[in-house]
């Protein structure tokens, strides 16, 4: 089963987000993100291919990287590497009550003042 997550840089007060299907649970997407996306400038690329299926240490393949034959440690985004409709997978802007009224996301990783936190749907911080 999936663990669907909300991947967001913020900027004064709005989320540039995108949607990442697998494996955001705290205990893994957390330390991902913090070990391989771990600047301001690092974030926003990683936000800049849109909607992803999951998210590794890498976002640029070396070699033959398909959505259903991904490399390993690379990133999988819908449509880079599925072919989907840029509209549909490009990231979106909201507010904070937006981001958090999102029912598609489980959890919610905000880059903010220099590191990842994150947040439950609910909005509350979690601590790790």
């Not at 997550?5 to 990442?20: K, N, V």
């Not at 330390?31 to 771990?38: A, I, K, T, V």
């Not at 990783?109 to 590191?115: K, L, M, N, R, T």
């Not at 994150?118 to 601590?127: D, L, P, S, T, W």
């Amino acid at each position: 089963m999936s663990t669907n997550s909300g991947i967001a840089l913020r900027s004064g007060e709005t989320f540039q987000t995108i949607y990442c299907h697998w494996d955001g649970h705290p205990k893994t997407m957390l330390p991902m993100l913090r070990e391989n996306y771990n600047s301001l400038e690092l974030a926003a690329k990683l936000i800049s291919y849109g909607d992803a299926s999951s998210i590794d240490k890498k976002l640029e393949p070396t070699g033959e990287h398909t959505f259903m034959k991904p490399e390993d440690d690379v990133c999988v985004f819908y449509h880079r590497d599925r072919g989907d409709d840029w509209l549909s997978c490009q990231s979106v802007c909201y507010t904070k009550k937006e981001l958090f009224d999102q029912s598609a996301f489980e959890y919610v990783y905000i880059f903010e003042d220099g590191q990842w936190n994150v947040y439950k749907r609910n909005g509350e911080r979690i601590y790790i």
